[in-house]
T-cell receptor, first 112, second 114 residues
Framework: GENVEQHPSTLSVQEGDSAVIKCTYSDSASNYFPWYKQELGKRPQLIIDIRSNVGEKKDQRIAVTLNKTAKHFSLHITETQPEDSAVYFCAATNQAGTALIFGKGTTLSVSS | KAGVTQTPRYLIKTRGQQVTLSCSPISGHRSVSWYQQTPGQGLQFLFEYFSETQRNKGNFPGRFSGRQFSNSRSEMNVSTLELGDSALYLC?????????????FGSGTQLSVL
């Protein structure tokens, strides 16, 4: 079945450094790729999303890149701040567009 | 605008019982989807409702069911509870133009099965 692999599972960076989280998906027909941020004890929140007809999207300090050939997409956070500390989930729609498959999450810790 | 509201916030049940969870979407949102979140499996899609109809369904047993009312509020029911059903159940609403686009999540219902 469809699968989304997310790496790394944990990531620790110093404030001001960049952080990169990578996801690979199994279904070449997937066409929508959102990223959600979940702070401890809070609800997941959409931070950025990308469609399969776009290679890159930026929103201030965050960006997402998509490589359809390799079937992977990545989240890039620049100039990290302590408030970026959270669990980040990537996701992809399945071939039929009837389900959203999530990666298992990356716990990002930003130390000052 | 009020966010997505889920009730109750916490539930404790015993094996074999059944439970009903409620979700009120953001005003104007017609799609409601449900997810199970556990430390080991992450977020897993249960089902999605749009205009009172189940539009999509994940790979969960028939013990998990749901419905949506004309005001877009949704309920999820789990019958014959098992220990493994202990999890945070999240619902999310969206405008519904795309089944899973721009989801707004509720705070979830933490279900503990003893």
């Amino acid at each position: 079945g469809e699968n989304v692999e997310q790496h790394p599972s944990t990531l620790s960076v110093q404030e001001g450094d960049s952080a990169v989280i990578k996801c690979t998906y199994s279904d070449s027909a997937s066409n929508y790729f959102p990223w959600y941020k979940q702070e401890l004890g809070k609800r997941p929140q959409l931070i950025i999303d990308i469609r399969s007809n776009v290679g890159e999207k930026k929103d201030q300090r965050i960006a997402v890149t998509l490589n359809k050939t390799a079937k992977h997409f990545s989240l890039h956070i620049t100039e990290t701040q302590p408030e970026d500390s959270a669990v980040y989930f990537c996701a992809a729609t399945n071939q039929a567009g009837t389900a959203l498959i999530f990666g298992k999450g990356t716990t990002l810790s930003v130390s000052s | 605008k009020a966010g997505v509201t889920q009730t109750p916030r916490y539930l404790i049940k015993t094996r074999g019982q059944q439970v009903t969870l409620s979700c009120s979407p953001i005003s104007g949102h017609r799609s409601v989807s449900w997810y199970q979140q556990t430390p080991g499996q992450g977020l897993q899609f249960l089902f999605e409702y749009f205009s009172e109809t189940q539009r999509n369904k994940g790979n969960f047993p028939g013990r998990f069911s749901g419905r949506q009312f004309s005001n877009s509020r949704s309920e999820m029911n789990v019958s014959t509870l098992e220990l493994g059903d202990s999890a945070l159940y999240l619902c999310a609403s969206s405008l519904g133009t795309g089944s899973f686009e721009k989801l707004f999540f509720g705070s979830g219902t933490q279900l503990s099965v003893l």
